[in-house]
Structure formats: structure tokens, C-alpha cells
């Protein structure tokens, strides 16, 4: 009879330590977006800054500030809008006037392709209006425009001091870069796949512009990059490259990430992988919107990215089970979705009246198996009966198990829990928690 061997012992040693992981951190140098009062700073010790477009035309200024104010409502520090004709460029002025009307003061961004150079040198309103500009070098000209269209722009940027996202996307590549690349590359004894000077052609058309800029009078610290593609691995190698290369704060995205599931998934997984690595001083997350879905998704799914990698905090989190055949009802699945709306709906306002609120941790559980543990592991947490269980719901605060709730309105009575758990915890000087419960078991 062969005897199976013992397991090996787990740890060699009691003090072994677990590594937590956590986003690394990678010092780039720091670049100032500001309109007025408002001041973002991107890189540096900033944190990673939420960034979205709209999709307006910007010559219907009311209604490109309507979505500008929505963006910045949703948690937007800046917004780019679409400035591609002399209409446009004559309501930046116009839309910055309305914005700052109605108390948004969220920099704008100048998205310039093909005429920039041209808008920005006839409009000098536009140019002030703006924050910041962003400059696709594969679209400011051809031949020996090229250099040239390209340095107006920067000179009117170092002139009116705002900073430039130099914006590489692979889609848009400086053909004539990429074509001289390539006959380089054949012309190696041993040539590079082409994969290979696809990506140095994006590096070096970002990183060449911005020694560029810096040579026609453009601080480094005024300089943003960005190398965006549409494929997840491609982004990384990319960034991974471009991050070596310099210490220019970096805009990330995935370019083109598409619509719903796979805008989302595609972006995260991009996003995660290179923020986790201490790469990207500023995201956006270029989801195609379904019909019907408001803009600032965008805005959401980015916020989610960084608070699920512990980066940042926008709103209270609310931990919910997935359900299995233990929950055959959607009360569970109903008061999950009632509490994280609530939350997010009231955000806005609480942000202001409970400071720290952001860092609230909810957990609505389906049943016994896990509900009470990850629920002592939020601040207030419910673990509801599953099929087959006494109809009675332990509600757990600050780890402890605090009282019971039974009914037909448990919904609304743990409502009113997390509310006035919040008011007690957020809501100013210190006091007991919970002295009258209204329901204890
Ligand atoms: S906590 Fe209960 S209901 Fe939720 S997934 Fe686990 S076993 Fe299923």
C-alpha cells in the first residue's frame, strides 16, 4: 500500500509576509490644466485623473454645455469637445460663457485635427477659452507643412500658456513617419516584424513631437502623451515602452474600445494591467454608447476602473453576491440596485454635506453561506434569507452584528439604516451609533 505524502506546510515560517498588492507608483513630471479657480493637476503626485469627450456638435454650444455639465456632474475633471471647423472654434467662447454660468468650471479640451493650427490663429477666444489642446501630430499636415503647421500650434499654446496632449493614435499614425520606418526596417540586415515598427512609429512620433515642442518653447511639464490603439495587448507593450522612454504625465486609453460589454471589459483589462503598473496620470475610457445610453457612461466605468484598483474613491461601494439557487427570489438582486442608485443619486449633495462618504462600503448578501462574512467586512451590511431560511435579515454594522430585520419592508428599513448610518458616521462630530435601533431581534 503506497502512502499519499503529506502536504508541504504553506508557510515556511510564521512571520512569512503576504505581499499586498497595490498600483505601483511612477513618478512623471506634473502638468497644471486650470480655468479660473479650478486647478487639475495631472502627474506628479496627482492622482489619476477621470477624463471624457462629448459627442456634441460644437457649434450647438447650449447643448455641448448641457453635456459637458453632465460629464463634470458624473465626476469629469476635463472634458474634451470636438473643435474641427470656424464655427465651432467661434462658440468655444460662447459655451465656456454658458458653462461658467451655470457654475461648471470643468477645463475644456480642444480636440484639433487637420486645421488646428489655422482655428487657433483665427480665433484667439477659442484659444483662450480652452485649457488645454490636444494635438494629433499624425494629422497636422503633410510634408514640409507638417513641421510647420505643427509649431503654430505650439507656439500659440507656450503663448497663451496652456498645455498640450500630444495625441498619437494608430489609426491616424504620421504616414510619412511610418512609411520611412518601414523602408528602414527592410533595408536592416535582419528586419523587425512589422508589428515591431508599428510600435516604435507610434513612440517616436509622440515622444519626437514632444522634444519638438520643448525646442519651440514649450515647457515638459505643459506636455501630456498618449500612443492609443485599439488592441489590449498592443496598448500595454506600447505604454510599457512609452513609460520607459520618459517622464511626460500619460493620458491612457483604449482608442476605439467599442460599444457595452467589450467597450467595457476591453477597457479595463487595458486600463487595469498599466495603471497597476504605475502607468497613466489621466484615463478615458472611449465607450461607443449604446442608443438610448447617456454619455456619462464613460465617466462611470472610468471612476469604477480606479476605485476597483483602490486608486482613487468617487462613491460608496456596494458589495452584492451574484445569487445562486439559494436565492430564487430578486429582493436580494432589487435592493442591491435600490441602495447603489440611491447612493450615487444622492453623491452630488453628500459629497459636500458628509465628507468621506466616498469610502463607504455596503454589502447586500443573498443568504447565510456568505451574507454575515462579507457583510461584518463592509460598514453596514445585510445578509437576506435565502430559499428555505427563516425569513429574517441579520444586519451587520462595523463588523458587529447589530440587529435583525423581519417583514415585508426590509428594503426600506435597511434604507433607512445606511442612511442614517451615513448621517452618523459622515455627518459631523462623532456620536453613538445606532443608541435606538428601530427594529432589534
Ligand atoms: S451568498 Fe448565498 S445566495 Fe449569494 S451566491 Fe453565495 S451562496 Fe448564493
Excluded at 504553506?10 to 513630471?29: L, M, V
Excluded at 494629422?139 to 496652456?162: L, P, T, W, Y
Excluded at 519651440?216 to 500595454?236: A, H, P
Aim: hydrophobic share 40%.
Amino acid at each position: 500500500m503506497t502512502m499519499t505524502p503529506p502536504l508541504p506546510l504553506a508557510f515556511e515560517a510564521d512571520d512569512d509576509f503576504i505581499e499586498p498588492a497595490r498600483p505601483a507608483a511612477r513618478r512623471t513630471r506634473q502638468a497644471t490644466v486650470r480655468w479660473g479657480a479650478r486647478v487639475v493637476t495631472v502627474g506628479g503626485d496627482a492622482p489619476v485623473r477621470l477624463q471624457s469627450m462629448t459627442n456634441t456638435d460644437t457649434v450647438d454650444a447650449v447643448g455641448t454645455a448641457i453635456q459637458v455639465k453632465a460629464l463634470a456632474q458624473a465626476g469629469s475633471e476635463l472634458v474634451r469637445i470636438t473643435v474641427n471647423t470656424p464655427e465651432a472654434a467661434a462658440a468655444v467662447p460662447y459655451l465656456r460663457e454658458q458653462l461658467d454660468r451655470m457654475g461648471i468650471d470643468v477645463p475644456l479640451i480642444g480636440d484639433f485635427h487637420y486645421n488646428g493650427h489655422r482655428l487657433l490663429a483665427d480665433h484667439p477666444a477659442c484659444a483662450e477659452a480652452l485649457s488645454k489642446y490636444r494635438i494629433n501630430p499624425g494629422n497636422v499636415g503633410k510634408g514640409d507643412k507638417h513641421d510647420r503647421q505643427f509649431a503654430q500650434m505650439i507656439e500659440i499654446a507656450a503663448r497663451h500658456d496652456k498645455p498640450v496632449r500630444i495625441g498619437v493614435n494608430w489609426g491616424s499614425l504620421d504616414a510619412e513617419l511610418l512609411a520611412q520606418m518601414m523602408d528602414d526596417n527592410a533595408r536592416r540586415a535582419e528586419p523587425q516584424p512589422p508589428q515591431q515598427v508599428m510600435y516604435r512609429a507610434l513612440i517616436a512620433s509622440a515622444l519626437g513631437s514632444a522634444r519638438r515642442a520643448e525646442d519651440i518653447g514649450l515647457r515638459g511639464e505643459q506636455i501630456i502623451l498618449s500612443c492609443k490603439m485599439s488592441g489590449v495587448q498592443d496598448l500595454v507593450s506600447v505604454y510599457r515602452a512609452l513609460a520607459r522612454r520618459c517622464d511626460y504625465a500619460l493620458h491612457l486609453g483604449l482608442t476605439e474600445a467599442g460599444m457595452a460589454t467589450k467597450g467595457t471589459v476591453a477597457s479595463t483589462a487595458a486600463l487595469a494591467l498599466l495603471l497597476q503598473e504605475g502607468i497613466g496620470d489621466t484615463i478615458r475610457v472611449s465607450l461607443t454608447p449604446q442608443p438610448g445610453e447617456p454619455r456619462t457612461q464613460e465617466v462611470v466605468i472610468a471612476a469604477e476602473i480606479l476605485q476597483s484598483l483602490g486608486l482613487r474613491a468617487f462613491n460608496p461601494s456596494v458589495t452584492a453576491c451574484p445569487g445562486c439557487g439559494r436565492t430564487t427570489s430578486t429582493t436580494f438582486q432589487e435592493l442591491a440596485q435600490q441602495i447603489d442608485s440611491h447612493l450615487r443619486t444622492q453623491m452630488p449633495v453628500w459629497k459636500v454635506r458628509y465628507p468621506g462618504v466616498e469610502t463607504l462600503k455596503v454589502a447586500v448578501m443573498g443568504c447565510i453561506v456568505n451574507g454575515p462574512g462579507e457583510s461584518k467586512h463592509a460598514d453596514i451590511g445585510i445578509s437576506l434569507p435565502g430559499t428555505g431560511e427563516a425569513p429574517a435579515a441579520p444586519v451587520f454594522i462595523d463588523g458587529e452584528k447589530a440587529l435583525t430585520l423581519r417583514g415585508a419592508n426590509i428594503a426600506q428599513e435597511f434604507h433607512a439604516l445606511v442612511e442614517r448610518y451615513i448621517e452618523q458616521r459622515f455627518g459631523g462630530p462623532a456620536t453613538v451609533l445606532f443608541d435606538s435601533p428601530p427594529k432589534a431581534s
